[in-house]
């Protein structure tokens, strides 16, 4: 149960009494947490009549590599939602709340760098140029090349000088804005990232910059951020990081964000915000939601808390001193449920029933991507597993830790779901749980399943691997995977090295090469598993008899002290093979264990002994979470039903056979 008591929610509109007073936390940091390669000041005025930004961004670039790099390639992310030939619309298609609304107010958008200057003074807007890597749609417009005057020299930073403009979305997927709330996701032009070779799939130094798919997300590259965000006078800000002032400009405020070491930028604005304070320890949480949605602070604040103790023991610290949580009003939920650095966005309405665990399964998981998307800064668009399906893992890990296991998931009208089975149901009941494998990107989902496959099938692995290997293990694992590659951008076969070098350590007995027999399978393959208790016998031990020793004396005896020979029949359904543990249960109530290496279709398991076998079950402590059907994992013969079920499916089927054979005679 989550405890209220001690919580201090203190809830206030007056903006100034949160202006930050932990100065000290960034402008005292003298260690940085991450690289800084990326490096952005960014002037932006809010027009929100001609629902318009106009900006002046001063980037700064650091060179990494060994070699000048001669370009620069940037995201115009609102470019997406140019026109309806962009490959965001022609993946998605354009949906039809969307055109009422483009229709209304031409709520089309775009990005447009006007001018653009290298810290010499030389103009480079002239040398500019739209790509689409990957699908060479010539209307796409979302990624930009700007070729330099003078390539920036190995370890040299270069200062860029930008002044740009967009034209801001009408409720488009993420951002845009609806009414009096606007919320501003991948709203600048926004550097790719410089991989360099051996780093994750760069076979050589190259700019690794996707177009806006419809499915999918970012890669970019850590840094600080200093934002002055200028909007009407009584709109309230929330913003990436934290606080640093604010001042009035005629009708207008400026307010200053700082942050560090992240990999994005996000701000909301509305007159309506309403502020719900509280902190976790040194870090400061500002919850913003509307009036009418107040009391979902006592669910979001407490449920926040509990995850970021669960995620600080199991990883490590939250090293950032805010986390900002934007509950949006219902006509701004387009942006519901993403993450962003040190800012999140749940998803609420009016009234959930609190049998219904929504709000906190999303706070949840968009707070874990501060660890796996932001800190672990993978590529969402071409790995989306490494953040969806570790996070999708961890939120279950998580509520379970917190609420009720069997019902984390929902506790309505006498349905309880746990939230590991609610995540092992979307991937089982999906349409075609075998249509893609996760080792594909995010944009080749094109027919479907990427959110059963990268999300729940993921995390159903992930499970199951901790199910093989014990918890232990595998929070080792993760914690060492965390550490090895916070701030950076690992690939998968960096996960990879790191499981098989924990296994091959800590159970060479079992997995004496790691696990590459396991990622083949379940990370490259896309075949299911499935393993069944067929059946059960109990023979009573017959006695030796005939003549052995002595041609003359006939003898009847027995070799062994055993009463019976039982055998349990078990079946491989699946292509899966995972190594399977079988509890066989006695007609005394005594049980024990037996390992099968679940190689071959079907295995006999003989146990001799004085008592029956009367129950099995296949992997009792569901430690194989991608088990597709669990009905089967168990056999008993008590069970009437299941008998008398069998029965008549035999003489269903006999009957069946004398009507085939009958009809040969006609
Ligand atoms: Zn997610």
Known sequence: MINLMGSKIRIQFIITAFVSISFVNLMGQDKALSPRIANYVIDVVLDTSAKRLTAVTELKW???????VSDLYFHLYYNAFKNSESTFFKERGVPRFLTQGIHKECGWAWSNINKMTDQFGNELEGSMNYLSPDDSNPDDQTVLRVILNQPVLPGETQKF????????PRTMPRTGYNKEFYFFAQWFPKLGVYELAGQRFAKEDQWNCHQYHSSGEYFSDFGNYEVNITVPQDFIVAASGDLFGQSKVGESRTWTFKVEDVIDFTWATSPHFLIQEDNYKDTKIKMYSYAYKEDMGSRYIPTLKNCMSFLEEKLGPYPYPT?????????????GGMEYPTLITTLSFCFFPKGLKIPETLIVHEFIHQYFMQMVATNEAEEPWMDEGITTYYESRIL???LNPESSAAELWGVNVGSKEYNRAEYMSS????????AIKSWEYNHGGYGEI?????AIWLQTMEGLLGIELMDDIMKTYFQT???KHPGRQDFINIVNEKVIEQRPESFPDGMDWFFEQVLYGTEECDYAVASISNEKRPSVRGYFEDYRNCEWHSSSDDKYISKVLLYRLGEVKVPQEIMVMFEDGSSEMHQWNGLERAYELIVPGYKKITSVQLDPHRKIYLDNNFVNNSYSLKTE?????????IILTGLQHIAESLTMFL
């Open 323 to 335: 986390i900002s949580v934007i509950d949006p009003p219902i006509h701004g939920m387009y942006v």
């Open 485 to 487: 590659w916070k701030f």
């Open 641 to 649: 039903d299941k008998g008398v079920k069998r029965l008549s499916a």
């Open 431 to 438: 349409a075609h749980p075998k249509i893609a494998s996760n």
């Open 161 to 168: 000088t930008l002044d740009w403009e967009a034209k801001i």
């Open 400 to 402: 379970d830790s917190f």
């Open 62 to 68: 650091k060179n990494t590599s060994s070699k000048p």
């Open 454 to 458: 990268a999300y729940n099938k993921a």
